[in-house]
């Protein structure tokens, strides 16, 4: 009776076939080799940045005093830059996506959904080609109207920029370059929404746009913050768009209508490696470790907001 028992209580095993074997197998290297990789580039980061930790200006000529005076001003440009464009992006995606899932006609929304998806393909060079030559003078008188009536808040202080290559452009462009990515991560959620929860609110006779309010956002509160810092982490580290419309200087400003405006991390390094030598390259690599911290730590925390209120949205 105990055997029988035991034998009872013992767990189906399933049989493994080769064919089992060989996909789990790849599947746990494809997965190691994410971890491996991303080890792999934040070790060769560190061991290439340790000699710009203690470097000055005797042994890197890109250094006035010492590296931490260097690369915070790209910091501040970088996190500067990013805020504004997803400032901009967040918004324009949310209703573009809200649109497409509530609001177009079936065909039109499928239309408008593949021009979005294909703004995402759009080199970042054409980006920035369209920043210098199309919107940067397009934007420069609206920044002499912003300057004229509204110079006294310090965002739109200063000298206004004759050639419109301000951080604000940049900002532009970075948010043009985004919205993909938001509107297809919240168009997704949105459509997830439980069809019997904007039925019982429309029953309940709430509006449409009550009916998204009270339903729809709730539900995809997590998807929404997980693609703005998808977003966030696409303009932080994004390098030819910046470089080319940005008209940089090594200053610390709030104003953005400007000529001068903090540069990128990203940016810097493309225009300042070809020339770089000796600790000179170690320097930039640190630069490079520093905004590679900084992506890390945003997608950690969109990570942990995700997972703290999964059971409550779409996210799950």
């Known amino acids: 009776m105990t055997a029988t028992t035991t034998e009872a209580r013992a767990p189906i095993v399933a049989k493994k076939r ?39 200006h ?7 005093t010492n590296f931490w005076d260097y690369v915070g001003p790209l910091l501040f440009g970088t996190l500067w830059a990013a805020l504004l464009a997803l400032l ?56 002499v109207w912003l300057n004229s009536n509204l110079g006294w808040i310090p965002f739109f202080g200063g000298v206004v920029s004759p050639t419109g290559r301000t951080v604000l452009t940049a900002a532009i462009v970075l948010a043009v370059m985004v919205v993909p990515i938001i509107t297809a991560i919240c168009r997704e959620i949105f459509l997830q929404t439980p069809r019997l929860h904007e039925e ?44 080319m419309v940005l008209s940089v200087s090594k200053a610390v400003t709030i104003e953005m209508l400007t000529s001068t405006n903090p540069s990128t991390i990203a940016a810097n390094i493309a225009l300042t490696f070809a020339e770089a030598y000796k600790t000179n390259i170690n320097v930039l690599i640190a630069t490079g470790l520093i905004l590679f911290i900084v992506t890390f730590a945003v997608n950690a925390v969109a990570r942990w907001f995700v997972n703290r209120r999964k059971e409550f949205s779409g996210a799950n």
């Open 18 to 56: 080769a064919g089992d074997i060989w996909f789990s197998g790849t599947a746990v290297a494809a997965g190691s080799m994410i971890m491996i990789t991303l080890a792999a580039v934040a070790i060769f980061l560190i061991v290439q940045s340790l000699p710009a930790f203690g470097a000055d």
């Open 58 to 64: 005797d042994s890197a000529s890109l250094l006035q």
């Open 88 to 143: 901009m992006a967040v918004p324009l995606s949310l209703g573009v996506a809200l649109f497409i899932t509530h609001y177009a006609p079936r065909r039109l929304a499928q239309t408008i959904g593949y021009i979005v998806d294909l703004l995402a393909a759009v080199p970042s060079v054409v980006f920035g080609l369209w920043g210098i030559f199309v919107l940067a003078p397009a934007v420069q008188p609206v920044y």
């Open 200 to 243: 019982a609110a429309l029953a309940l006779g709430a509006t449409r746009w009550e009916m998204i309010r009270m339903a729809v956002l709730p539900f995809g509160r997590s998807g929404i913050v997980s693609g703005s810092m998808l977003g966030l982490g696409r303009a932080l580290g994004e390098t030819m768009a910046v470089a």
